[in-house]
């Protein structure tokens, strides 16, 4: 009897197309769904006269399995797989394999890793991402878990996912236990930077410069070409150039109220565990939040007024400076996204490839772009980078972009249109390049009404103060730490 090559258990969107493109990379893939009707339908469906296997229980998946078995999960994130996890480990043996492929919460994959590995078999949590199109025909995919599984998927991994112009494939080992899926989610924060931002742009082009949409389809295609190169700039212009068959522009007619999954929301909350300042990312999560106060924002509108400015100046100029102004903002978000990754790994004891990481990116995903590449460049050229500002090419080409993005974020405060993740990209580098904040009155504060102390310009740092303020204070102080 012939063995497939590998399982995958959840025959939704990603699971179907994922499947498919397996098999159309050679191997022989078995499937199973809960609801076995999906198995049948797909089998005699789409998957009809292919090398794929349907299976009407998990016994026969595993039956089916050639050793070690290899297992790909893409059910819901959260209690589905770990009781899914606990249904199939009495069906296996030693060095089998289990294979989250779905958006698990990284904690989630540490502590399944740990478990998994417990009973004698390998565990990877992988970040796949690119979406319906991307797992049929190649998504960017970030594994991490136990070490010892790698070998055995690795070609099956490399196979299927995205590969670069130069033949790369955008997918390669990442670190242990929860570690891909932590890039994952990374991911998935500067995607919700970088949407918001286009968002951003396009609400100052629309209302700031009363732009068609048929002029910000040609904005973007012009952007496209260059250094904004990316998948999410390209959709942004084919979305502006839709009509529907009425001859509607679409867009339009789309409520204002964004959804999210709340992978944006776990990386602002990461980033605060480990006192990283994520702030694009942080106010891309808050502007869904923002949008999704529509009835509130309606009837605030009605009441509170905003200033009567309109644009006035030359506005060729200030769409070149939108362009800038993105790109500076974007490199900011990258920027902080590392940085989170750095202070993670550090915490995690992960060994993280920055380079590597950009290369998985470059393909398949979201938020591909030809700026990876330079991303890419530079940690290869400097793999301990402390963050990505200080590489010459990106310090100059911010230092080139940000008298574009001062004008941008003061004329969009003069006219009232909020651009809140360019505003706080902005504000982020500002305070980055500041020697000196004004965190020296915020310590002075909470030394006077809480004793907290604080340390001295004059003195070694790790010394410690306390100034008796008002002269009614004693000399004991509170305990020195940093939450």
């Known amino acids: 009897m012939s063995t497939s090559n590998v399982g995958l258990i959840g025959l939704a969107v990603m699971g179907e197309n994922l499947i498919l493109n397996m098999e159309s990379k050679g191997f022989t893939v078995s499937c199973f769904n809960r609801t076995t009707q999906k198995v049948d339908d797909f089998v005699n469906g789409r998957a009809k006269g292919k090398n794929i296997v349907g299976c009407q229980s998990l016994e026969e998946l595993v039956k089916s399995l050639e050793r070690p078995r290899k297992i790909m999960m893409l059910v819901k994130a959260g209690g589905a797989v770990d009781a899914l996890i606990d249904q199939l480990i009495p069906l296996l043996e030693p060095g089998d394999i289990l294979i989250d492929g779905g958006n698990s919460h990284f904690p989630d994959t540490i502590r399944r890793t740990e478990y998994v590995e417990s009973k004698g078999l390998l565990y990877i949590g992988t970040g796949v991402s690119g979406g319906e199109e991307g797992a049929l025909l190649g998504p960017s995919m970030m594994p991490g878990g136990s070490p010892d599984a790698w070998p055995h998927v690795k070609e099956l991994f490399q196979k299927v996912c995205a590969q670069t112009d130069e033949g790369e494939p955008c997918c390669d080992w990442v670190g242990e236990n929860g570690a891909g899926h932590f890039v994952k989610m990374v991911h998935n924060g500067i995607e919700y930077g970088d949407m918001q931002m286009i968002a951003e742009t396009y609400q100052m082009m629309k209302d700031g410069l009363g732009m068609s949409n048929e002029e910000m389809h040609a904005a973007f295609a012009e952007w496209q070409e260059g250094e904004l190169n990316s998948y999410l700039i390209e959709i942004t212009r084919d979305i502006l150039g839709y009509r529907d068959e009425d001859g509607a522009a679409t867009l339009d007619l789309i409520l204002d109220t964004a959804g999210q999954k709340g992978t944006g929301k776990w990386t602002a909350s990461a980033a605060l565990d480990v006192g990283q300042p994520l ?179 004059d003195k070694p740092r790790g010394e410690f103060f306390h100034t008796n303020w008002t002269g009614r204070g004693g000399t004991t102080a509170a305990s020195t730490y940093t939450a």
């Open 279 to 457: 702030t694009l990312i942080g106010e891309a999560v808050f502007a869904r939040f923002l949008s999704a106060l529509k009835d509130e924002r309606v009837a605030a509108s009605k009441e509170l007024e905003g200033p009567a400015a309109t644009f006035e100046g030359d506005r060729a100029a200030l769409i070149a400076d939108l362009r800038q102004a993105l790109y500076a903002s974007k490199i900011v978000s990258y920027a902080q996204g590392y940085q989170l990754m750095r202070a993670a790994a550090e915490q995690h004891n992960w060994n993280l490839n920055y380079g590597g990481i950009a290369l998985m990116w470059r393909g398949g995903c979201i938020i591909r772009s030809v700026f990876l590449g330079d991303i890419k460049v530079a940690f290869d050229k400097n793999p301990d980078l402390v963050n990505l500002l200080l590489d010459p090419f990106f310090r100059d080409a911010v230092s080139k972009a940000a008298p574009a993005w001062r004008r941008v974020v003061v004329e969009a405060a003069r006219l009232g249109i909020p651009m809140p993740a360019t505003a706080a990209a902005l504000a982020y580098f500002d305070g980055y390049r500041t020697a000196r904040l004004p965190a020296n009155l915020l310590q002075a504060q909470r030394d006077y009404f809480g004793a907290h102390t604080y340390e001295r310009v």
